[in-house]
């Protein structure tokens, strides 16, 4: 499950039960939390009695579920252990894995759904940018460490500057400095004052004045909150702009008097990684074709910085995030391929064999939906012609006290309240939510218009954490969330393509951001903005006349160039105010006024 999207999500969801887990600073740093979410949930207790069974039924269903349970342990145990090393997507643990679900689809005489029928699909995740090996920096000969003493800022030229300079001089050909201190404290008032947008003016303007390069550092207690950003999508300064940190200055002694002599060359590398969806298929012939989909990936050995532990360096087997959702869909192909195997009789239609059915294990989900967005974009089968989606992301976590079954994505289909409440596999108490937009790959079907199920059971203290492993699965409890989806399909058997409905989200505010505006932007665009993948009904970016697609590149006087800057920006505005809203929408530029 995508941690930074989730936390919109937690805050709606289970506003009780994890707030005292889910504070991080890493939640603080990253912000990204603009994900509108839920409606209201409806609680059924729909543990009504389970259907009386003949004695020869209720064995052949205990023969049943004790097969999917030690399948499960098999799959689980195997995607949740050491030598997949957390399966971190575009790493060694994810090409195992791969390996492992191709393996294992193919023992399952499921074949291929991919183009090359090979069950594999390539894509790229571009991580932005990173000062490469050939950044360095020398005062007065003395080498600094990149990242720890200093950095450059990624919207900084790239390029070699040499020469004296003077802390308080600002002489025409040569590095100038500035020091963050007086505008950080006459700003201190001002929420409208953003550091780095600051800091770009002055870069602007020392170019302007004949400066060859821009050395910043502040000196000032307040935090300039300056990092690294490798997504950052600014326009190119004119010059090298490189910052110091605190403990650089410290160690160099530079002060007003100071007339150090600088060598620095910045470059900067992007970083790319190459990922992979398993895409497997059963292919009855049918008009239309039900997807099943769980995320294979997880955090490695948390690298990416989406990890709540904060120890030494360690393993995220992800049990239950997301090898339980993985190991359910190939559990749910194998049952499905059985069912479907049964030829019809005149008392029972041929269930199963209405729809054809793909089976997807995405990667790159940790990371911003990567897989599941890619599928979207280059699907294997005509979206047109997809019936429904269901997602499954951490099932493995079922408490036998509340027994408490998250569904989400109920109102993307008027059918989708008959088809769940007519599954006779029970003893669940639903948490029912609406929204076809969620913290998982779901999201990426639902923004297509194609209806969408969520499963899901819930957070927990273990999540986005190495201690999510094996031994706190409830292995019973997946068997019979994997029976009662396999209800939910069969219910939805012969009803033909289901219809699709747009849910009613709304933003509920959040600690994050004082106000939204009601977008849910595209974690995976790259250009320069953030692109709206969806634009919310009934909030202020809809008003306003922003439409899916639309580039948003300027808010009030603040550039929009990456998410941060975004977010940034946002939270400079208060409920009730309004601003001027740039937007590219093709090649056109629009400028709407919206209303917080
Ligand atoms: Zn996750």
């Known amino acids: 499950m995508h941690f930074a999207i989730v936390i919109k999500y937690i805050i709606s969801t289970c506003a009780t039960l994890c707030t005292a887990i889910f504070v991080p600073k890493i939640v603080r740093k990253l912000k990204h939390s603009l994900i509108a979410l839920p409606v209201a949930f409806i609680f059924l207790n729909a543990s009504n009695p389970i259907h009386a069974q003949s004695g020869r039924k209720k064995k052949d269903q205990q023969k049943g579920d004790g097969i999917i349970t030690a399948n499960l342990q098999r799959y689980i145990g195997l995607l949740a252990s050491d030598s997949l090393e957390g399966r971190r997507a575009g790493t060694a643990g994810e090409d195992k894995t ?350 297509k218009g194609i209806p969408v199920l969520f499963f899901f059971t819930g957070l927990h203290a273990d999540y986005h954490r190495p201690t999510d492993d094996v031994s706190k699965i409830n292995y019973a409890g997946e068997t019979r969330i994997i029976n009662y989806i396999l209800q939910v399909i069969e219910n939805s058997d012969g009803k033909g393509k289901l219809a699709f409905t747009k849910t009613r989200e709304h933003s509920t505010g959040g600690e994050r951001l004082k106000v939204t505006i009601g977008i849910m932007p595209d974690y995976t665009f790259s250009g320069q903005g953030v692109r709206a993948d969806a634009v919310i009904d009934g909030r202020p970016a809809q008003k306003a006349g922003l439409q899916a697609g639309d580039v948003i590149t300027q808010l009030g006087s603040h550039s929009v160039t990456d998410l941060e800057s975004y977010i940034r920006a946002i939270n400079t505005f208060e409920k009730g105010q309004s601003t001027t809203v740039t937007v590219k929408r093709g090649n056109e530029q629009k400028e709407l006024q919206v209303t917080f």
């Not at 689809?105 to 490469?132: H, R, T, W």
């Not at 532990?309 to 391929?337: C, F, P, Q, V």
């Open 98 to 447: 791969i390996n492992y679900l191709k393996t294992a689809y193919a023992q399952l005489s499921i074949p291929p759904g991919d183009e090359d029928k090979n069950y594999i699909q390539v894509f790229e995740i571009d991580e932005g940018k990173l000062p490469s090996s050939s950044t360095y920096l020398k005062i007065n000969e003395e080498a600094l460490q990149k990242n720890e003493d200093y950095f450059p800022l990624p919207w900084s030229k790239e390029g070699t500057v040499k020469g004296a300079s003077s802390v308080a001089l600002q002489e025409t050909g040569s590095p100038w400095w500035y020091d963050m201190k007086d505008a950080l404290e006459s700003n201190a008032n001002d929420p409208h004052f953003i550091a780095e947008d600051h800091l770009k003016d002055i870069a602007k303007d020392a170019a302007a004045k004949g400066a060859t390069a821009l050395m910043v550092f502040n000196s000032a207690k307040k935090s300039d909150s300056i990092s690294f950003n490798g997504k950052d999508r600014s326009t190119v300064s004119a010059i090298p702009v490189i910052y110091f940190t605190k403990k650089a200055i410290r160690k160099l002694g530079i002060s007003s008097v100071s007339s150090p002599y600088i060598e620095t060359a910045v470059a900067f590398t992007s970083k790319k990684r190459t990922a992979h969806n398993v895409i497997a298929s059963i292919d009855n012939g049918a008009p239309q074709t039900i997807i099943i989909g769980a995320h294979f990936d997880h955090l490695g050995y948390g690298e990416d910085d989406n990890s709540f532990y904060k120890g030494d360096s360690a393993i995220h087997n992800g049990a239950d995030d997301n090898a339980s959702g993985t190991a359910a869909t190939l559990e749910l192909a194998r049952l499905i391929k059985e069912k479907s195997a049964v030829p019809s009789t005149k008392k029972k239609h041929n269930n199963f064999r209405s729809n054809n059915y793909l089976f997807i294990n995405f990667s790159g989900e940790e990371l911003g939906l990567y897989g599941s967005k890619y599928f979207t974009e280059h699907p294997t089968v005509d979206l047109s012609k997809v019936n429904y989606m269901i997602n499954i992301d951490m099932i493995g976590r079922l408490s036998d006290s509340s027994k408490l079954l998250t569904i989400g994505g109920a109102g993307t289909s008027p059918l989708w309240s008959d088809i769940l409440q007519t599954a006779t596999v029970t003893d669940f108490n639903f948490k029912i939510d609406s929204s076809g937009a969620g913290p998982s790959d779901h999201t990426s079907f639902y923004s």
